[in-house]
């Protein structure tokens, strides 16, 4: 595809959101609009007012719902605000509505479960954190894969938790644009992660 393409991203944000679910792909995708010269990134919450997420960091989002720009991308991060989120219908039909409309639809962590309640994730393979599988698995018709760092399903994308969110937004910039792209932005970035210590599992 061409490096011209114009493509508008937006990511919701609400409070007790993760914050690296969400400044992680921003960071990646924010990278994609200066190696390109197109596009934007926007971040988008129910209401004009600042945003406090799960660490305690304070984002006051681009747009509201009632003036959000037409999206190319919708992005639903995770974190705790997550469970209360589920059950805002506010939210729950925006999302549904916005992501009908989209090319791509992705969340990063329990992001999944608000896509699954807006129906995107319902019949479908999907991902998420790895202390969540259990749980998204009980509220049915949904495949839960508890391993890879992210899964696509059509044009559903869904990423395992916090970091993994970045895997997820490069593989994307690169079905945007291309891998060379995406190459780009990795380097522009400098994303080549090497852990100093290796979890235990």
């Not at 011209?4 to 969400?22: C, K, N, P, S």
């Not at 259990?134 to 949904?142: E, Q, T």
Request: hydrophobic share 40%; glycine share 12%; aromatic share 6%.
């Amino acid at each position: 595809m061409s490096e011209l393409r114009e493509v508008t991203i937006g990511i919701l944000i609400f409070d007790d959101v993760e914050e690296l679910d969400f400044v992680g792909p921003f960071e990646v995708f924010g990278g994609l609009c200066k190696a390109t010269g197109r596009g934007r990134v926007v971040t988008l919450a129910e209401g004009p007012g600042p945003v406090t997420c799960t660490n305690g960091l304070r984002v006051l989002p681009d747009h509201g719902f009632d003036d959000a720009p037409q999206l190319d991308v919708l992005l639903v991060p995770g974190g705790q605000g997550t469970r209360r989120e589920v059950d805002n219908p506010t939210v729950i039909e925006w999302i549904r509505k916005v992501g009908a409309q989209c090319e791509w639809v992705t969340s990063v962590c329990t992001g999944a479960l608000l896509l699954h309640e807006a129906g995107f994730a319902r019949g479908k393979r999907v991902t998420t954190f790895h202390g969540f599988v259990d749980d998204l698995r009980a509220r049915g018709d949904v495949t839960v894969l508890d391993g890879p760092r992210y899964v696509r399903d059509g044009n559903l994308v869904t990423a395992a938790g916090v970091s993994a969110g970045i895997d997820m937004a490069l593989w994307l910039v690169g079905q945007l644009h291309s891998p060379q792209v995406a190459r780009r932005v990795q380097r522009g970035i400098q994303y080549d992660p090497a852990p100093p210590y290796t979890a235990e599992v």
